[in-house]
């Protein structure tokens, strides 16, 4: 009896989060170099394998989130910890660092609250979701092409994140739409902002108001004069 033949993944149709060594193809990172037009990244702050053009690489020997992140990043990250290379980041933008981060995440956990906090409700950061499902490359793999598997969106982060957003939606350099954050504003604030408006709405009609009684009284003048 012929053994059935495994596929890529140990017989299953997904990747596994219990590995944190998958690659990123070329497919995803070329775009963001076109758009920044550069050659290669400055660093690449956590990788497997030197397989992303950066002047730098930052290991998992190295321990990239340890390091000083400067210049423009790349970062696909052990995604169970998306969290914490997230919010380095974010900060370091945050900060006005010399810094601007090109992450690639998993696109099912926008309800998290760190996806919440460093990418819906950042200002700072511009985002999309890649459209079909995404595949990466397996170490010792290389040869074989990725297979799709998992949806993927990539962020970048950084002080002129909706210029970028802007940019990237006209050059549909990844062929999706991408979005800027907006900064989440607390309920009291709404309701200031409520009130502000709503007082120079009163302002207005109190002004349309004077304006008419204004003119009634000049076309009385005259018409007394006549």
């Known amino acids: 009896m012929q053994e059935k033949e495994s596929n890529r993944y140990d ?3 997904h990747y596994k989060a219990i590995r944190d060594d998958y690659m990123t193809p070329p497919e995803i990172y070329e775009p963001l170099l076109k758009y920044f037009n550069r050659a290669e990244f400055d660093i690449d702050v956590c990788c497997t394998k030197h397989n992303i053009p950066a002047k730098q690489h930052f290991t998992k020997e190295i321990d990239g989130l340890g390091q000083l992140w400067q210049g423009l990043c790349f970062c696909n990250p052990p995604w169970k910890y998306t969290r914490l ?24 956990r926008l309800y998290v609250n760190y996806m919440q906090d460093y990418i819906i409700n950042n200002p700072h950061a511009a985002f999309g979701i890649l459209p079909g499902k995404q595949g990466y490359i397996i170490p010792g793999q290389e040869e074989l092409p990725p297979v799709p598997s998992v949806g993927t969106m990539v962020c970048i982060l950084a002080a002129n994140a909706p210029e970028i957003a802007a940019e990237l939606n006209i050059f549909q350099t990844f062929k999706t739409t991408f979005f800027a954050g907006r900064e989440l504003k607390s309920a ?5 902002l409520f009130n502000a408006f709503r007082d120079i709405d009163q302002e207005v009609v109190n002004l349309a108001t004077y304006l008419f009684l204004v003119n009634k009284q000049q076309k009385e003048n005259k018409e007394e004069h006549v």
Do not use: H, R
């Not at 660092?97 to 998993?106: E, L």
């Not at 009291?188 to 200031?192: E, L, N």
């Open 85 to 108: 290379w997230l919010k380095k980041g974010a900060e370091l933008v945050k900060t006005g660092a010399d810094f601007v981060g090109c992450y690639v995440i998993p696109s099912d």
């Open 188 to 192: 009291i604030m709404q309701q200031d």
């Open 11 to 13: 017989n299953d149709n």
